[in-house]
């Protein structure tokens, strides 16, 4: 294979979840708390591509206190509701695990939910996870996940490829110094792909295409 291993991002990269999951439940969550905010999915997706979720609830008046219990409410929302995988990523990673390509997976969520998610959606499981429970200075975008995945498996930074939908992971790969694709199947909006199609090393709009790069077709 193309890679020896894959840091992939979770939401909107391997399962649907913003549309079906995360967005649903900050809707809930704000008319219930903050009913002054309205905000479509679109600019849900373009205020999580930047500047980020944490801003993104600063912005409409979180302090920490606030911070910790919509936390605890997205978590409970999460735990009733499964994403699904995108079509076709299923048979990428499981080919790519048969391989012996190394799956970690780095992202915003709760590495527990992650792992439900892989199993639920028949997916191979991840040999590394950093979620949400790591602190705060170790999460996207810090390049510390990344460190940590090189020096555990003794890889060289050519030899992984990190993919993600969202800014934050393109600046965690640029900070690492590791090449970096877009997963551009999550959505259509014009200035997310212009930023990742102007920036970033690898651009792919379906799963299909990404798989096509793995396999060097």
């Known amino acids: 294979m193309k890679y020896s291993c894959l840091i992939l991002d979770h939401d909107d990269t391997v399962v649907n979840s913003t ?3 995360h967005y649903p439940c900050f809707v809930e969550y704000t008319r219930q708390f903050f009913p002054h ?13 930047d500047p980020g979720i944490v801003t993104l609830f600063r912005s409409i008046g979180l302090d ?3 911070m910790l219990e919509e936390q605890e409410y997205w978590n ?3 735990q009733r509701h499964v994403p699904r995988s995108y079509e076709g990523i299923r048979e ?6 048969n391989a012996g390509v190394k799956l970690c997976v780095i992202s915003h969520s709760y590495g527990d939910n992650i792992l439900r998610d892989y199993r639920e959606n028949g997916l191979p499981e991840p ?5 949400w429970e790591c602190p705060p200075s170790e999460r996207k975008p810090s390049p510390h996940p990344v460190f940590e995945i090189l020096r555990h498996y003794g890889l060289k930074p050519g030899e992984v490829l990190a993919i993600d939908d969202l800014k934050p992971g393109y600046d ?3 900070a690492a110094g590791i090449p970096f694709a877009a997963a551009g199947w999550a959505n259509n909006i014009p200035e997310i792909e212009s930023f990742m199609r102007s920036n970033c090393e690898h651009y792919f709009k379906t799963v299909s295409q990404f798989r096509e790069h793995l396999e060097g077709k």
């Open 172 to 174: 965690m790969a640029m």
């Open 92 to 97: 990428l990673l499981w080919a790519q695990k």
């Open 37 to 49: 905010v309205n905000y479509s999915l679109e600019d849900y997706f373009r205020l999580n591509f």
């Open 64 to 66: 920490d206190k606030m």
């Open 19 to 21: 549309a079906t999951v």
């Open 127 to 131: 040999d590394m996870v950093f979620g």
């Open 76 to 78: 409970a929302y999460v």
